[in-house]
């Protein structure tokens, strides 16, 4: 069956370095991949997509990943922030109206 | 010029008993759905409308009915109301139909507590 896994329920690193966050994906193929932030008490905010064909996509101190080999995608903030501290959603799309979301990464920036 | 509303916000009810979630978007988007979030955070897909016509029905009970009177309108009837039914609700929209983009734009949450 799909499986999408994020691989850290919770990160904790200390502001000014980069978070780096994994979403590994088992018996799927998505036509593109998605991260969203989750802020608590909100729905998830769009942050970034990446096509199938693409390698490599950024965002101001966003960057994301996408290794259909490797069926996995990493996403990373640079010089973090605590106000980006929240939880962070990938999500993959398979077309048709349809996308699934991965488990969350709870992500703690320490001033 | 909320994008995606969602009334109400919370609900609190017993267990047995029928209520809606309404939802709303200004985006002129084609597609809308429906998610839970449980509490562990997982969100799952239930459903998902394209022109007020269903396409995705993830086995969800048939309790659970959608209804989408025109396409910037999504409703969600839970009939007889059971305890593994809390959870928070999500509406989300989107922008592209067929096989596309499907960026989501999420609603602020119902959170319904079935007691």
């Known amino acids: 069956s799909q499986k999408i896994e994020q691989n850290s329920e919770a990160l904790n690193i200390q502001e000014g370095k980069t978070a780096t966050l994994t979403c590994n994906y088992t018996?799927?193929?998505?036509?593109?991949l998605q991260w969203y932030r989750q802020d608590p008490g909100r729905g998830p905010v769009f942050l970034l997509l990446?096509?199938?064909?693409?390698k490599e996509k950024r965002k101001e101190r966003l960057k994301v990943t996408f290794d259909t080999t490797l069926k996995q995608s990493l996403f990373h903030i640079t010089a973090s922030q605590p106000a980006d501290s929240a939880t962070y959603l990938c999500a993959l799309d398979g077309g048709y109206q349809k996308v699934t979301f991965g488990t969350g990464t709870k992500l703690q920036v320490i001033p | 010029d909320t994008a995606v509303s969602q009334t109400p916000k919370y609900l609190v009810t017993q267990m047995g008993n029928d209520k809606s979630i309404k939802c709303e978007q200004n985006l002129g988007h084609d597609t809308m759905y429906w998610y839970k979030q449980d509490s562990k955070k997982f969100l799952k897909i239930m459903f998902s409308?394209?022109?007020?016509?269903?396409?995705i029905n993830e086995t969800v009970p048939n309790r659970f009915s959608p209804k989408s009177p025109d396409k910037a309108h999504l409703n969600l009837h839970i009939n007889s109301l059971e305890l593994g039914d809390s959870a928070v609700y999500f509406c989300?929209?989107?922008?592209?139909?067929?096989?596309?983009?499907?960026?989501?734009?999420f609603g602020p949450g119902t959170r319904l507590t079935v007691l």
């Open positions: 989300a929209s989107s922008g592209r139909g067929g096989a596309s983009y499907n960026e989501q734009f």
């Open positions: 409308y394209n022109n007020k016509e269903l396409i």
């Open positions: 018996n799927y193929s998505p036509a593109h």
């Open positions: 990446i096509r199938e064909n693409e």
